[in-house]
């Protein structure tokens, strides 16, 4: 058990390291969660601070969800011996869950983070990076048509399991819950968007919008 909460707090403490944050750093003190949107993820750096602010985010991000899950499980830990009865396996899912939580609520911040979208796409490069292609063509599908971010994040992380569930393999059981919970916790996060959508106010990408509305403003949410 000390080996499992050991290294949970380190991928905790990576994922606390907000991109937006460091991005911010380095441009002079800028903090994008009092501009546009509020929201310390990537769209929102993009709207507000541009492509190569927005990139470095994004990076950044997605980053320490690889490392979190990749890198901190297999780390020497002074002082903390290998726990034999450990597995392997839920360490790093253990681990990868970590990242995501302290992007959401980072220690650094003020747990004032993003909603967890690209650390979490990070984690998939390490735990399965056979689906990042189906993610992420579910997301732009559900972006393209709706033109609403958010949308198209929860309708992303919710296909996951619903594939990994119809296809189930004894060995990815392990997957199938992280990826489940994953799902949950996300839409649980973009709880504000849905109650826009519902209330009518959710802001629109219409730019990236096959079928555009007139009326419609952009996208100033992200995940």
């Known amino acids: ?31 994008i969660r009092t501009m546009g949107s509020g929201n310390a993820g990537g769209t929102n750096a993009l709207r507000t601070q541009g492509i190569i602010f927005a990139l470095g985010v994004v990076i950044i991000d997605i980053g320490k969800g690889v490392l979190g899950a990749g890198v901190v499980p297999e780390l020497t830990v002074p002082f903390v011996p290998e726990d034999p009865t450990l597995s392997r396996t839920w360490l790093t899912i253990c681990c990868a869950t970590a990242a995501v939580l302290g992007h959401v609520w980072p220690i650094y911040h003020g747990f004032r983070g993003g909603k967890g979208a690209g650390t979490f796409v990070g984690t998939l490069v390490i735990l399965g990076p056979n689906l990042i292609i189906a993610v992420l063509l579910v997301w732009a599908s559900v972006l393209v048509v709706s033109g609403f971010v958010g949308l198209a994040t929860m309708s992303a992380a919710i296909s996951l399991p619903l594939y990994l569930g119809v296809s189930l393999q004894l060995e990815s059981q392990p997957l199938f819950i992280y990826t489940a919970v994953m799902a949950m916790l996300i839409i649980f996060w973009h709880r504000s968007n849905i109650q826009r959508m519902r209330d009518g106010t959710e802001h629109r990408n219409t730019g990236l919008m096959i079928f555009r509305r007139k009326g419609t403003g952009s996208s100033d949410e992200q995940s």
């Open 1 to 31: 058990m000390l080996e499992l909460g050991v290294k949970f707090l380190i991928s905790y403490f990576l994922g606390s390291l907000m991109g937006s944050m460091i991005m911010g750093k380095l441009r002079g003190g800028v903090d």
